[in-house]
């Protein structure tokens, strides 16, 4: 069974760069779509962006450039980078497997709550 | 961007009612990129039904979902107990940025 496991400071100082990582185990982390979602407390889901099994990526025009993803195949695990985070950052951060062609999530992670504060 | 709406955004059902939940789009888009999650609190959303109408493996037969262009929706036939919780309907088109729907709670009457 494919598990997803997220990983990262719980904290992040405003205009700083928050990085999560994602742990994939139970299934090989090529020939799928990695994904970050993110949900604001009380809110609802954002997708944040996405690499392909392409290794080409796409993004949210909302977070105007700040983001990054990545994939290291030898590590089996996916990487999110935001930078210049804001209070309005702070939410809960999932990662999340797509299908081989497709972006609707089967596996995800628990999630991991982010705090931008000072 | 798609935007989707969702409706009701609160529905009140006792166990056993059929529950019907709205997915409306800002525009069209193919029934094949159409997916329902269910999510409750604490947890991480869980897939109950991709390209408008196929069930995830091990979602119970209760859960469908259909439409097509711009109006979907997912029923719940007999709610059980088990189903209270938040919906959102996400669209996956050739198009990212993939969005959801804002939510819709059910909730026990």
């Known amino acids: 069974q494919v598990q997803l496991q997220e990983s990262g400071p719980g904290l992040v100082k405003p205009s700083e760069t928050l990085s999560l990582t994602c742990s994939v185990s139970?299934?090989?982390?090529?020939?799928?779509?990695w994904t970050w979602i993110r949900q604001p407390p009380g809110k609802g889901l954002e997708w944040i962006g996405s690499m392909y099994n392409t290794g080409s990526t796409n993004y949210n025009p909302s977070l105007k450039g700040r983001v990054t993803i990545s994939v290291d195949t030898s590590k089996s695990h996916f990487s999110l980078s935001l930078t210049s985070v804001t209070a309005a950052d702070t939410a809960v951060y999932y990662c999340?497997?797509?299908?081989?062609?497709?972006?609707?999530?089967?596996?995800w992670g628990q999630g991991t709550l982010v705090t931008v504060s000072s | 961007e798609i935007v989707l709406t969702q409706s009701p955004g609160t529905l009140s059902l006792s166990p056993g009612e059929r529950a019907t939940l709205s997915c409306r789009a800002s525009?069209?888009?193919?029934?094949?990129?159409l997916a329902w999650y269910q999510q409750k609190p604490g947890q991480a959303p869980r897939l109950l039904i991709y390209a408008a109408g196929s069930r995830a493996t091990g979602v119970p037969g209760r859960f469908s979902g259909s439409g097509s262009g711009t109006d979907f929706t997912l029923t719940i036939s007999r709610v059980e107990p088990e189903d209270f919780a938040m919906y959102y309907c996400q669209q996956y088109g050739s198009s990212p940025p993939y969005t959801f729907g804002q939510g819709t709670k059910l909730e026990i009457k």
């Open positions: 999340a497997r797509g299908s081989v062609s497709s972006a609707y999530f089967y596996f």
């Open positions: 139970g299934g090989s982390i090529s020939g799928f779509h």
């Open positions: 525009q069209s888009f193919s029934s094949a990129y």
